[in-house]
């Protein structure tokens, strides 16, 4: 069964202080892997799409980067604007119409 | 472009009652989904379609229906609400008819209580 986890559940860090979210998935063939942020109160909005082990992509201060059975999102020197949920999520090339969704990493930057 | 709109934002129901959450884009993608979020949960796929006329079951489809007669609406019928229906109900659109292959555009999502 496809399955995504995320981790930690949430983060708290100080601005400034970079750190790594991590994605753990189990999928039979990856077609994709995606990465949204989701403001509270408000629908997720797209970040990345990774497809293939070894793939990066960067946007402002977030880099993502994917392997054969995770992917990190880098957050380097965080803005209390960057604070929010992360979602992870995974198509499968088995399953390729359906999208399956990590629970996220809410991460909050202090000031 | 509006992009991905909702009705209603809020709605509280009894149990046994029905009703129809409105989604509509207006960017011509032929992909389109709903997705139900619970706290520790995530976002979890409850019906899709890859166009007008087509439609496909997701992770969890009891207790609702979905019909795509136009590109532009995907409408969410609920037959007869159950408690277990209460969560944050979002309506997303791609213009890949893989889905995911592309990005989906969410929209903001409609607040549901059953009582």
């Known amino acids: 069964e496809d399955q995504v986890t995320q981790s930690p559940e949430a983060l708290r860090l100080q601005e400034g202080e970079s750190s790594s979210l991590n994605c753990s998935y189990t999928?039979?063939?990856?077609?994709?892997l995606f990465w949204y942020r989701q403001d509270p109160g408000k629908g997720p909005e797209f970040l990345f799409t990774?497809?293939?082990a070894g793939e990066e992509k960067e946007k402002e201060r977030l880099k993502a980067t994917l392997t054969k059975k995770e992917s990190f999102l880098h957050i380097t020197a965080p803005k209390p604007e960057d604070s929010a949920t992360y979602l992870c999520?995974?198509?499968?090339?088995?399953?390729?119409?359906?999208?399956?969704f990590g629970p996220g990493t809410s991460l909050s930057v202090i000031p | 472009n509006a992009g991905v709109t909702q009705t209603p934002k809020f709605q509280v129901l009894k149990t046994g009652q029905s009703m129809t959450l409105q989604c509509a884009q207006d960017?011509?993608?032929?992909?389109m989904s709903w997705y139900r979020q619970d706290p520790g949960m995530g976002l979890r796929l409850i019906h899709y379609?890859?166009?007008?006329?087509?439609?496909d079951q997701g992770e969890v489809p009891n207790g609702y229906n979905v019909s795509r007669s136009t590109t532009e609406d995907f409408p969410l019928r609920l037959l007869s609400a159950a408690p277990s229906q209460t969560s944050v109900y979002f309506c997303?659109?791609?213009?890949?008819?893989?889905?995911?292959?592309?990005?989906?555009?969410f929209g903001p999502g409609t607040r549901l209580t059953v009582l």
């Open positions: 960017m011509n993608h032929e992909y």
């Open positions: 999928v039979s063939g990856l077609r994709g």
């Open positions: 997303a659109s791609s213009p890949s008819t893989s889905g995911g292959r592309d990005e989906q555009f």
């Open positions: 990774l497809y293939s």
């Open positions: 999520a995974v198509q499968a090339e088995t399953s390729y119409d359906k999208v399956i």
């Open positions: 379609s890859v166009g007008a006329g087509i439609t």
